[in-house]
């Protein structure tokens, strides 16, 4: 399985970027998959996940942080997580890294998860 994620850049305070994380080689519509970030010194952190609990059923969980201002959705007829960030703020630069876990046990703790994508970086400016 491979894991490609795009979409992030530069923005001010109160604006809005969308990633995309196209995927390749698996059964991604089985997955759960998931956003992490990893901010200058901090451990990398848990942002969003989509559970799958059923066929073509997923249940979805935020950070407390974003939660409200992200939005995670997946298209599995194109392979594909997204999460739509709104409302962002200095404190949400990170890279921001998608995830893939096959055997559906993970939900926030990356080591639940088979593969990454390479990271997409986000700036967030005052």
């Known amino acids: 399985v491979q894991l490609q994620a795009s979409g992030g850049g530069s923005v001010q305070s109160g604006g809005s970027l969308k990633l995309s994380c196209a995927g390749s080689?698996?059964?991604?519509?089985?997955?759960?998959l998931a956003w992490f970030r990893r901010a200058p010194g901090i451990e990398r952190e848990f942002v969003a996940a989509s559970q799958w609990s059923g066929v073509g059923i997923y249940m979805n969980a935020y950070v407390d942080s974003v939660r409200g201002r992200f939005t995670i959705s997946r298209d599995n007829a194109k392979n594909t997580l997204y999460l739509q960030m709104n409302s962002l703020k200095p404190e949400d630069t990170a890279v921001y890294y998608c995830a893939a876990d096959a055997d559906r046990t993970g939900r926030d703790r990356d080591y639940d998860y088979d593969y990454w994508g390479q990271g997409t970086q986000v700036t967030v400016s005052s």
């Open positions: 080689g698996g059964t991604f519509s089985t997955y759960n």
